[in-house]
């Protein structure tokens, strides 16, 4: 028995590889509302509805399906204030948060523009994703597998052995999404919103192992 073949075909060499697919998004998620204040609660809830209301009116005049709107936080809040170690109460503070789906992402500044010129006066943020996210990371995860074989080969070359054609084991790592996350402001309202979509970028990793093989 050719002791040095049986010692090394039994060698195993375990390798990570990682991929990553770049893509442009094609919805936008924003989260937008109204927050209202006042002595009284029934008119701080009376206002913030009309405010509301009248948000949601502007966004189904632009196109945006009803079903595509929806209340994410709804929250009633006592206001004081502190003086003198003395604590004063204020009043109370509605707060009424929508998340809007937009699939137009060109739209998306003059949906926010819209949306104040209505009343809304926070905008909590926009996050770009892509409706396909899956097939992305699929091509991501091919790229990762041979990247990891590139470097299993490149390993095995180096100390004069090769690697088996099918590996022993592959094991995915967590995946992970790279959002593209929008911290909007508010502008002058003579001008849209500007509004910079960027890219995604979809990242797998894998964990593999070959068993070495003789070179040649």
Do not use: W
Not at 76 to 100: A, C, N, P, W
Not at 159 to 184: D, F, M, N, R, T
């Amino acid at each position: 028995m050719n002791t040095s073949y049986t010692q090394r075909a039994a060698c195993k060499i375990e390798v990570t590889g990682e991929g990553t697919v770049s893509a442009a998004p094609d919805q936008a998620i924003a989260e937008l509302g109204a927050v209202t204040e006042n002595i009284s609660l029934t008119a701080a809830q009376k206002e913030n509805a009309q405010t509301v209301s009248s948000i949601i009116n502007s966004l189904l005049e632009l196109g945006i399906p009803k079903k595509q709107i929806q209340t994410v936080q709804y929250r009633i809040d006592t206001e004081y204030s502190y003086e003198d170690g003395k604590q004063t109460f204020r009043g109370y503070k509605v707060t009424h948060m929508l998340q809007v789906t937009i699939d137009k992402i060109e739209q998306t500044g003059i949906i926010i523009d819209t949306a104040v010129n209505h009343g809304a006066n926070t905008v909590s943020g926009i996050q770009f994703i892509a409706t396909h996210r899956n097939v992305y990371y699929n091509q991501a995860l091919s790229l990762a597998v041979k990247n990891a074989e590139s470097k299993a080969m490149t390993i095995a070359k180096t100390i004069g052995a090769g690697i088996a054609k099918i590996p022993c084991e592959v094991q995915e790592i967590a995946p992970s999404l790279e959002p593209v996350p929008y911290q909007a402001k508010l502008y002058s309202q003579t001008a849209a919103t500007p509004v910079q979509p960027g890219e995604l970028k979809f990242t797998a990793s894998v964990r593999v192992q070959y068993n070495l093989v003789p070179e040649g």
